[in-house]
């Protein structure tokens, strides 16, 4: 793919404040239902945006081709769209920011072929046969993304990146009292295929454990309505800081109607609690979607958005920024070749605490473990739903019986302000997609929160 | 771009060439025009163009299958053959196949070119009409698009099929706000070919808005009880998807379909038809062609509650014995039921009226829970306040048997046409 230097001659088309961008997404899908190949594919989508204007006047432009003459097309027509909201309007500038640097996450390692991986895809899949012959139906799917860019911006940015992502889906399902139920787990995360998996023994011992946790869940209880004593398993814990607190700290949001934009520099959560939208490190370790440059070019910096139970920042783009008088945070990506940057997550977390979670456990008598989300949605009130696809009771301070599928709501600031304790593991789950306009993988992470949940069921 | 027919000729010629049974191509080129409003702000006009090369090969009963945007002759070339490639190292499957056409046939619907000027005069009254009318509303965002489409389907089993279509398209996500509160966000969409309507007066964009203004102000239920759900059409959309989900290839292949073996049973309250019709002329958005390469056709779901048709495709269908869908499934339309909304309100003791469900996925039993969002609590058969932090839970399967009853009104969303039903017999529960 064209690097970011090369596209430094185009420079000469930009006459207004202009993002030029070449991208490729080439992602591979291996889909395997009880040992049939149900979807062995490629696909590859590339091209060029350009993106010209700011301050409430955008213009954006993409076509499926790459080079000089298909750049300036799309630049120049960026810029007649912009002109058409530009009319009569005045809105001050964009910040600037300026960098340089090649991000690049491919292996080293010697590309293993379609073939070798539908056969690491079915060395699972034998394994799982072999070994749990009583279930219902089987799935394995394999799927990665390469997400490459060259970004050149008219404030002097030239960024390449190559941010690969290689994930395993395993979902086992069973008859019980003859209804089906099911367990899915991810493995994975940043890295293409090689950085990430060895050989399909390396899983083996995760799948026991998935089918162990679904032999329970088969002979397991509802979960009783209401408000409970919960530990949240980081899991959990990160879909929390990612759906439930995170977007209410978009700066888009935050400008279109949500609760945190009045919270600023107030409680909103236990003083145990501190937030953090990580941009590529963390812990001494590269994040699981680590952002280097963001697509309109702004160095990503981290972003902590509760600190002591304190809220002290939303995460923004160039335009918000402006907005709030604020410097940008390197929020700003986008999916597809042919998608504006939006106001995105990246590597969102709860800061881990100090307790052992066999101790949290043990200091409940009557509440639930919960271990593993499904999906989950929140609103601009910090209301959420998430599912949760496995966990256990606690009894006495102990674990009980497993639970079937249910679902944990509550008002996300309120939840922050019951929390008692915080684990010293820190997670993360690599697996994470948000939808927002577009799609974009996000990691979120965190440890085991102690907390009051309100509980679906029956 | 333009559509290349030479282009997709060429690679179906070559995938039979190199070594293919069967071969087929789908080419789709798409320019779309979108305005986007931002924070009540229109502030981005943009243009893109797509272009995308399916390939499939089938070679000894193994599939490849690979897509590009790509299509410059040497990327075509290599996608030929990694196609082939794909094809070569897969495991044979009987159920590997291709759709069988006759003539060529060629379908056209709406607008050739967007009418930007139109366009820019309808959001522009929008927007002045939710700060004339709705003035606690947020307009979170709103995309407003045409988007010109064309799909070439050609294979060697006789399939060439051509659809042109023009469509508007809008979306939007609202909330509201009064000081320093804000109600939950709401959103909904429509499309149609053509710019007839002020936006306002589109599916269900102004009666949303309009209680989105009321949800600012929330009570918290308290307690648990059983009690009848007034599902909103837009909510509705969820609850079938929900239930054509469970009539799909996967859980059909998986046997994890609780409605494996329902085929011409009862199943859901007789007084419930759900079709799924592309090409009716209430629906905007229907394809004529279905993803595998056949002509769509009209068809029933729910028959006064009989299931008619499973949604397999072809692999799915070869793979169970099962009849294919005669479409994609999508599109629907509900019949309307003989109750004024007024009317199915009267008859609600106690319950919800649900205008947005955040909820997981169902199990593969069909157990469901989430919570009620942008709802009102039904009380002695008055709405009743709005509500916050109430959960519904229950199962898709009971639900289609506890119909109470359906409204006469419908929205009609370009996509679908919707009515109000009324489900009973569900567990709401609040703190």
């Given amino acids: 793919m064209i690097q970011a230097s090369e596209l430094r001659k185009s420079a000469s088309f930009f006459h207004d404040y202009t993002e030029l961008r070449v991208q490729q997404n080439k992602s591979v899908e291996i889909a395997l239902v009880n040992g049939d190949v149900m979807r062995n594919a490629v696909n590859t989508t590339g091209g060029s945006s350009a993106r010209v204007g700011g301050c409430g006047a955008w213009g954006f432009a993409s076509a499926p081709e790459v080079g000089t003459k298909t750049f300036e097309r799309i630049v120049e027509r960026a810029s007649r769209n912009a002109k058409v909201l530009a009319k009569g309007r005045k809105e001050g500038s964009l910040p600037e920011t300026r960098t340089e640097g090649c991000f690049d996450y491919a292996t080293e390692k010697e590309r293993m072929g379609q073939k070798e991986l539908l056969d690491f895809a079915r060395g699972i899949d034998a394994y799982i046969l072999k070994n749990f012959p009583n279930l219902q139906s089987r799935v394995v799917v394999l799927r990665n993304l390469d997400m490459e860019k060259s970004l050149l911006t008219s404030q002097g940015t030239e960024a390449y990146s190559l941010t690969p992502r290689s994930l395993i889906y395993v979902d086992m399902s069973l008859m019980s009292e003859g209804q089906p139920v099911n367990l899915f787990e991810g493995f994975g995360g940043l890295g293409q295929f090689e950085d990430q998996f060895t050989t399909p023994e390396s899983l083996f011992e995760k799948l026991q454990i998935q089918y162990e946790h679904l032999v329970k869940k088969a002979e397991g209880v509802h979960a009783t309505a209401g408000p409970k004593e919960c530990i949240l398993d980081a899991d959990l814990a990160g879909i929390l800081a990612h759906e439930a607190i995170g977007h209410t700290t978009e700066a888009d949001f935050v400008l279109g109607g949500s609760v945190a934009a009045h919270y600023m520099d107030k409680e909103v959560a236990s003083p145990m609690v501190s937030l953090v939208d990580f941009a590529h490190h963390a812990f001494g370790e590269t994040c699981p979607i680590p952002v280097h440059v963001d697509d309109e070019g702004t160095p990503a910096e981290d972003t902590t958005i509760i600190e002591n139970g304190i809220l002290k920042s939303y995460m923004h783009n160039k335009e918000s920024a402006a907005q709030f008088e604020t410097a940008p945070t390197g929020n700003a990506r986008a999916f597809l070749f042919s998608d504006e940057p939006l106001i995105r997550m990246r590597n969102t977390a709860i800061l881990p605490g100090t307790s052992k979670l066999e101790d949290m456990i043990a200091s409940i008598d009557d509440g639930y473990y919960l271990m593993r989300p499904g999906n989950g949605q929140a609103d601009t009130t910090s209301e959420f739903m998430f599912a949760v696809v496995q966990g256990y009771e606690i009894k006495n301070g102990k674990l009980g019986k497993a639970i079937k599928d249910t679902t944990i709501s509550g008002v996300a600031f309120d939840l922050l302000k019951t929390v008692t304790a915080l684990s010293d593991e820190m997670k993360w789950v690599a697996t994470g997609m948000c939808g927002k306009k577009q799609p974009i993988p996000v990691g979120m992470g965190g440890p085991a929160i102690k907390c009051t949940v309100n509980m679906g069921g029956r | ?431």
């Avoid at chain 2, 959103?187 to 710019?195: A, I, P, V």
């Fill in chain 2, 1 to 431: 771009m333009e559509l290349d027919r030479d282009l997709v000729e060429s690679c179906k010629e070559a995938l039979l060439k190199k070594g293919a049974d069967k071969a087929g191509c789908i080419l789709v080129v798409q320019e779309k025009t979108e305005f986007t409003v931002n924070a009540g702000k229109l502030d981005l006009l943009r243009t893109t163009e797509t272009g995308q090369l399916s390939l499939t090969a089938i070679r000894d009963q193994r599939k490849g299958s690979l897509t590009i945007n790509d299509l410059s002759a040497s990327a075509v070339e290599t996608a030929i053959d990694e196609t082939l490639g794909l094809a070569k190292i897969s495991q044979p499957d009987e159920a590997n196949d291709i759709a069988e056409g006759d003539s060529p046939k060629t379908f056209e619907s709406g607008p050739s070119h967007p009418d930007l000027p139109l366009m820019q005069e309808r959001l522009t009254d929008f927007l002045e009409h939710v700060k004339t009318h709705h003035p606690l509303a947020v307009l979170d965002q709103l995309i407003f698009d045409f988007t010109r489409s064309s799909r070439l389907f050609l294979n060697s089993k006789g399939v060439d099929l051509q659809e042109d279509k023009g469509l508007y398209a809008l979306s939007t996500m609202f909330s509201s706000k009064k000081g320093k509160k804000s109600a939950s966000f709401n959103y909904t969409g429509y499309e149609s070919q053509n710019l007839e309507k002020p936006l306002d007066q589109c599916g269900s964009i102004h009666r949303l808005i309009s209680e989105n203004a009321k949800q600012i102000d929330t009570e918290v239920l308290d307690g648990k009880f059983q009690g009848t759900v007034l599902i909103s059409p837009d909510c509705l959309t969820d609850f079938l998807g929900m239930f054509t989900g469970m009539l799909g290839d996967y859980p059909l292949i998986s046997g994890t379909s609780p409605y494996k073996d329902s085929l011409g049973e009862l199943i859901a309250s007789p007084c419930l038809s759900l079709h799924s019709r592309p090409l009716d002329p209430e629906i905007a958005t229907g394809s004529h062609i279905t993803r595998d390469g056949y002509i769509a056709q009209n068809t029933s779901i729910l028959d006064h509650g009989k299931l008619e048709t499973f949604l397999l495709g072809l692999y799915g269908s070869k793979k169970t014995g099962l009849a294919r869908s005669l479409n994609n499934g999508d599109c629907w339309i509900v019949d309307p039921g003989d109750q004024d909304f007024e009317d199915l309100l009267k008859g609600i003791d106690r319950g919800v009226l649900l205008g947005r469900f955040s909820g997981g996925n169902p199990n593969e039993n069909g157990d469901f829970s989430g919570v009620a969002k942008n709802s009102f609590l039904i009380e002695k058969a008055a709405v009743g306040p709005a509500l916050s932090e109430t959960m519904i839970s229950g199962n898709i399967r009971d639900m289609l048997k506890s119909i109470e009853g359906i409204s006469k009104q419908r929205i009609h969303f370009g996509g679908a046409v919707l009515p109000w039903i009324a489900i009973g017999g569900l567990t709401i529960s609040g703190k």
